[in-house]
């Protein structure tokens, strides 16, 4: 018998920083000055402002006063007004050319929509919406404000205004109404309209274009990069060579198209860049698409060799002249695909030789109904130096397909590695600040006072098994920085023993809260995003807050004092020029929740 327990586990990111507030130099003894004008044009003419610089005292207004329009287009210049004007309240017009913009149910009301008008007050009345709340369009002008506090003369050339909701004066420096609108376009209605912006670039439509994906072209285009000595870039086609007609191939994996999870769409592998791919095929027709279907059979996945470098391009550089090599003139430009183990679906591994990976290969049992041995993973290592690729490393995944599943499932993945970087590194957050999204990195120092090397891991909360159970080592959900999660998962523990259980309870979910599941917690976390493991430096204490208390069973099903989730906070803020800021954790908080007593259910 096993009984449940529900684990909640929260991360939160906080972000600490310095708050900095900007005013005016005090200028003529000590005061604050700025300057205004009013001035109304004639129609079609920008309006202007003359005169002599006398400042105006700004007073408080208090009854009715008649406010004047602000000009549609005004423009400054350095000369100030005579008059002295009282400051304007907030009135300008403008074309609403957005309309209701939440108003998307016609003859209906739209819930928080309170420009809507089919909604009554009494829709308007149940809005969380605040409907009464001051409308402003920030689009109808540009402004700065100030707090009334800190303005004692003003004397502007611009129009200004106070705001009634916060009673700040603001200075209009922008109120062109022709900037919030698109030039009204003709219709299109030649196909020379449609072919100018090609024959502005110097381009076909793209229907009379070339494929830009035919082999020729890319080698083209490679040659391009450096005709005297070329080499692969970043984003350049892995070129394959069949070992049974020696034609020249892209290397490439089946995709899902954009709108079904069918394997529809190759997907091509390009030089350093990382892919992967997850697809179905549908297996109604199982008995001869276990043995037709190329996607099935490890031989689609290894049957070929990998062009080493580009400079073979140099003489070689059409895709015709590739037929013709010798095996002696292959061997020296291209590498073998190595299978360096098989996998099935219970995740055991098997050294298999590669020439012995051709007799691994689909068939179909009719008193089962069954595919054997079809290919239900395939990931590529592909070593490279520099420009160059030095070796291609091959696992697959094998599974029986059942005809009553109606679809099969395929996972494919392409991974690079360097050659001369050990294979021990460790992949930086930032350098120097964490990048968003990037893993928190951490260190679980066993004796603090040590001045030892750091072994750096990254912060992580235990994934979910496929029945809703804490997961393991290998099930780990990654705690990305600067983005909010949350998780809850089930421990079964088992409840013949009672007493035995609440303390087994306990111990796996203080391991499913710990660093990868081993029951020990992270002691640092690392300031910047590349903090080294080599070095003390760069790393800060993580703070524990638990309430200790005597886990016992009560009969006949009660477990006492059971703490049963973890909050994870992390704060960061952010440090150096303003124009550059990198993102710094200062700390980091794993506050547990309180004990409570959990019963134990049969």
């Not at 109304?40 to 309006?47: L, V, Y």
Request: net charge negative; with cysteine.
């Amino acid at each position: 018998m096993k009984s449940r327990c529900l684990f909640t586990c929260f991360y939160s990111f906080c972000m600490a920083g310095n708050w900095m507030i900007l005013t005016d130099a005090q200028l003529d003894g000590g005061r604050s000055t700025t300057t205004r004008s009013t001035a109304s044009p004639s129609a079609g003419t920008p309006a202007t402002a003359t005169g002599s610089a006398t400042p105006s005292t700004v007073a408080s207004q208090t009854g009715s006063t008649a406010v004047p329009d602000l000009p549609a287009e005004s423009t400054t210049t350095k000369t100030p007004v005579t008059t002295q004007t009282p400051l304007l309240n907030p009135v300008v017009k403008y074309q609403d050319f957005g309309g209701c913009g939440c108003d998307l149910i016609e003859n209906g009301c739209d819930i928080n929509c309170c420009c809507d008008p089919n909604c009554n007050d009494a829709d308007r009345a149940s809005f969380s919406a605040d409907c009464g709340a001051e409308l402003h369009n920030d689009l109808a002008h540009r402004e700065i404000c100030f707090s009334e506090g800190l303005l004692l003369q003003n004397s502007s050339i611009l129009p200004s205004f106070r705001r009634p909701s916060s009673g700040d004066v603001c200075l209009i420096y922008d109120n062109n109404p022709q900037r919030l609108f698109y030039q009204e376009p003709a219709a299109v209605d030649s196909t020379a309209q449609y072919d100018a912006p090609w024959k502005a670039r110097n381009l076909k439509s793209p229907i009379f274009q070339s494929s830009p994906g035919s082999l020729d072209g890319d080698i083209t285009r490679i040659l391009q990069h450096s005709p005297s000595s070329p080499a692969f870039k970043v984003g350049d086609p892995i070129f394959t060579i069949r070992n049974t007609d020696r034609s020249l191939r892209k290397l490439q994996f089946p995709s899902s198209g954009s709108f079904s999870t069918r394997c529809v769409a190759p997907e091509a592998i390009n030089f350093l860049t990382p892919a992967d791919s997850l697809c179905s095929h549908a297996v109604d027709r199982l008995a001869t698409d276990c043995v037709e279907n190329p996607f099935f059979q490890i031989n689609s996945f290894i049957n070929f060799d990998v062009i080493r470098s580009a400079a073979v391009f140099s003489a070689i550089n059409t895709s015709a002249d590739f037929a013709s090599i010798t095996d002696s003139a292959l061997r020296t430009f291209t590498v073998p695909v190595h299978l360096t183990g098989i996998l099935d679906t219970a995740r055991n591994v098997y050294a298999v030789r590669a020439e012995n990976a051709p007799t691994l290969i689909p068939s179909f049992s009719a008193a089962t109904n069954t595919c054997l041995n079809a290919v239900k993973g395939v990931a590529y290592t592909f070593v490279y130096d520099g420009s160059s690729i030095t070796a291609v490393n091959l696992s697959v995944v094998f599974a029986s397909i059942r005809g009553s599943n109606g679809s099969f499932e395929q996972s494919f993945q392409a991974s690079f590695v360097s050659a001369t970087i050990p294979g021990d590194e460790l992949v930086r957050s930032g350098n120097p600040g964490y990048l968003d999204g990037s893993a928190v990195l951490v260190a679980t120092v066993l004796d603090p006072t040590v001045n030892q090397s750091m072994p750096a891991d990254y912060l992580a909360l235990p994934g979910l098994s496929p029945d809703g159970g804490c997961g393991n080592a290998d099930q780990l959900e990654r705690i990305s920085f600067g983005e909010n999660m949350q998780m809850s998962c089930t421990v079964l523990v088992d409840v013949r023993d009672p007493s035995m259980a609440c303390l087994t309870l306990q111990t796996q979910l203080m391991a499913a809260m710990s660093i990868n599941g081993s029951g020990n917690f992270p002691t640092n976390v690392g300031v910047y995003g590349n903090s080294t493991r080599f070095s003390a430096d760069g790393w800060i204490p993580i703070l524990r807050q638990i309430t200790t208390a005597d886990m016992s069973f009560v009969p006949p099903n009660i477990c006492r004092n059971i703490v049963t989730g973890v909050s994870i906070e992390v704060a960061s803020s952010k440090v150096g020029f303003l124009s550059n800021p990198q993102a710094k954790i200062t700390g980091v908080l794993y506050r547990f929740t309180d004990p409570v007593d959990v019963m134990l259910e049969v």
